[in-house]
């Protein structure tokens, strides 16, 4: 099994590794944040932020913390604008494909969800 480790930020909550099934990445996403349709967003070196693309709409908790670590790593929300329910960062390959975060780029994450 070819495993890509990332970080999930749950509101209200701390961050948690996740590692997930390379093989069956999109399956692991919707399992890991609980959805069925996810929205990826580009953020600085090399990061992506993975969420439910219907959050807010079905009443999804706002996440305080990824909105914050995905502002700091470069993302522009509109006023008043915010992620909501679990959100997974995870590193991307010159290829395009999704891969687990680098040891910088986690600890990249860390420090912007402060």
Do not use: W
């Not at 970080?7 to 590692?19: C, F, H, N, Q």
């Not at 990826?40 to 070196?45: R, W």
């Not at 439910?52 to 929300?77: C, H, I, S, V, W």
């Not at 604008?81 to 975060?101: N, Q, R, T, W, Y």
């Amino acid at each position: 099994m070819n495993i890509i480790s990332g970080i999930r930020i749950a509101p209200g909550a701390g961050l948690y590794t996740s590692d997930m099934d390379g093989d069956n990445l999109l399956r692991s996403l919707y399992s890991v944040i609980g959805c069925d349709l996810i929205q990826v967003i580009e953020l600085s070196n090399g990061i992506h932020a993975i969420f439910d693309e219907e959050g807010k709409l079905t009443g999804g908790e706002p996440n305080q913390r990824a909105t914050t670590a995905a502002k700091a790593l470069g993302f522009r929300f509109l006023p008043g604008d915010h992620l909501a329910g679990s959100v997974v960062f995870l590193g991307l390959s010159k290829g395009g494909e999704h891969v687990s975060l680098t040891d910088e780029q986690r600890n990249m994450v860390r420090a912007a969800s402060q």
